[in-house]
Every structure is written in C-alpha cells, then in structure tokens.
C-alpha cells in the first residue's frame, strides 16, 4: 500500500511538471502571436485570411492563458497539499473579487478603470470571471516565495509585507502589457506609466495585503510550507514571461527593467532582514 501510495504522488508530481511546461509552450505561441501580429498590423492587411485568425486568437489565447495556469496550479496544490487550499482560494477570489468591483465602480483602490470584452464574462457587467483566479494563482506563489526569502524564525507581518511587494512586482509589466500594449482594460484617468495612474501601485499593493493577510489568518502556512518552492518560481516566472514578453516586442524595455528590478529589491530585502534576524534569535537564546 506504500508503495501504490508513493506512486501516486510520483505520477501527480510529473503531472504538475508537464502542466507547468505546457504552460510555458502556450505562453511562448501567445507572444509569438503577439510579436508577429499585434505588434506589425501590416501583416493582417498583407495577409487579410489572417486577421480574423488573430482576432479569435487574440481572445483565446488571453482567456486560456489564465485557464490554464488556474489549471496547472490547482493540480499542483491538489498533490502537496490536498484539499487544504480551496477555502483559502474561496477567500482570496471574494476579496479580489471585491476590490476590483470597488476599483470598476467607484475607482478605488486603483484609480478609475473598466475592462473590456476581451476576457470574457464579467461579474456584473464589470469584472472577468477570470481576473479574481489570476489574482489567486499569483498571490500563492508570491506567498510561498517570500516565505523561502525570508530566514526562519520571520514574523508574520514580515512575509505579508514581502509577498504583497512580489505580487505588485508583477503588476509592474502587466500593466503595460494589458491597458497599453493591448486593451484589455482602459484607465479612466490616464497615468504616468504607460498610461496607468499611480494611484494603481497603492491599489495593488492594498489588494495584496489583504490577500496576504487572508493567507495568514487562514493559517495556510501549514500547507504552503510544504509546497516546492521550485516549481512555484517556475510557477510565477511562467506567468510573468507573458506580459513580459509582450512588452519587449513591443519595445518597452523600461518596463521590464523596472520589473525586475522590483524582484531583485524583493530579494535583496530579504537578504538584509536575515543577520538581523539571526542577531535577534541568538539576543532571545543569550536571555534566556
């Protein structure tokens, strides 16, 4: 019976790897979609058979995007920690749900904004059914990230604090990608970032230490501790290639740079905390 049980979690394991590599195929054809067509329309007019291939794919490849990687993620959590993860993804999609009707309604926290058709169904006419389950899928590995960066014995305010940054971090090439390069949403109040109003960044940043803090509250470090943290940074760098990608085919390099210097922030952080952490540790033992 051991052994059939080990076997289990072996095939659900490689199961979870070949999702995350196919995850990865279909974000490389959607920005190579992206960088042939959506950034060169003289080809659809060279081409017109084309355009109405690119205008379907354009809608699929958005909308299965975010599918799938919902997929991949629920597989993953389905093997390492069972069943334990749905009550926080019920959480986390109400809140995000929340905020982003708030944000389409009265236009906070994010500034004044509103989706267009192209992902789909909305929540009363105005959020995707999609975009609290992207919200979700980020803020996991965003979580479980921060919890690697930190040293052990870190508090919990501390790993919230972080992983709302790494979440944010994200939002830093989305945004240009998803309301500039493309339109996906439109901003009522143009910004200085790429069109997008600061007042976004404060947004995000508050979308995610409500999600972090759901998290904690949820005690869901007793199960995203036990997660491999490697496939969730392939995980989240998976996600991330895409509006990245995007964004360097369409020349927007700055954005990138800005993005991952953001991370890089994140890690360095991280970094600083731990002597101090350790110095605290070894006062508390001295003490005591």
Known sequence: MRGTGHGEAGAGTRAARYALWLLYAFTAMAIA???SFGTHPELL????????????????????????AGAALALFLGVHAGRRWLGAFAALYAISLSSELLGTTVGLPFGPYAYTAALGPRWFGHVPLLIPLSWFF????SYALSRRLLPIGSRTWERVLLASFVLLSWDLSLDPAMS????????????????MPLLNL????ATGLA???????????????????????GFYAANLLLPVGMILARGLWPAALVTLAALGAAALLARLRAPRRRASLAAAEAAA
């Not at 007019?45 to 799938?68: E, K, T």
């Not at 980020?138 to 590995?141: D, L, N, T, W």
Request: positive net charge.
């Open 33 to 35: 979609g992206y960088a």
């Open 45 to 68: 007019a060279r081409y017109p058979d084309s355009a109405g291939f690119y205008g379907v794919a354009f809608l699929f490849f958005s909308r299965v995007q975010i599918l799938l």
């Open 138 to 141: 980020m803020a996991v590995p």
């Open 180 to 195: 500039h390069a493309t339109r996906y949403w439109e901003w009522g109040t143009p910004g200085p970032y790429y069109g």
């Open 202 to 205: 404060f947004g995000w940043y």
């Open 211 to 233: 999600l972090m803090g759901a998290l904690a509250a949820l005690r869901a470090d007793g199960w995203i501790a036990r997660l491999p943290t490697g496939w969730l940074a």
